[in-house]
């Protein structure tokens, strides 16, 4: 097995062990069928976002700074859920890029009944620079990058990049 296929198989689990609520929501269902960046859902966007994290999490553990990764999950699988219905609830794709995630920390805020004010500022500010909030915290920062890692890869690569099967399985 490829190591890319094996640093998959180990972030599904971990996905889907920190994350199987929110994976089974009403929300993250309607997600998983609204389009975004072109090529991608809002679901499968947020997974691949969450898979990204926890690659990033590997990477800098290795320096040892700890990184929670039950965190990186959750605020990855939530941070964009504040955009379902954007047609209707947005007028713009900018009003949506800046008002999402406000919208998105509400929505957290419902799936995650326990969430830290970290995690919901974490969600907040995944569009910094474009929203004024910036990222505080190790999480925040990792969610940031990988949201935008994700949606380049979402945007230019011309493969289906559907990868529920393994996840939702």
Known sequence: ???KERRNQRNDVLIK?????IL???EFEVALGQTHHHR???GDHSILTA?????????????GIHIDE???????LLHDLGMLGRDERYKNNFECG?????NSAITARKLWADIDPKSEKAIRSHMWPLSLSMPTSKEAVILCIADKVT??????NPKNRKVLSPILG
Do not use: Q
């Open 151 to 156: 949606a380049l890869g979402d945007a230019f």
């Open 1 to 3: 097995m490829k190591r």
């Open 24 to 26: 089974h929501s009403d």
């Open 40 to 42: 991608s859902s809002v």
């Open 70 to 76: 039950r965190k990186v999950v959750r605020i990855s």
């Open 17 to 21: 062990r920190y994350g199987n609520d």
């Open 98 to 102: 800046r008002m999402h995630p406000k």
């Open 51 to 63: 898979r990204a994290g926890l690659t990033m999490c590997n990477v800098i553990s290795k320096t």
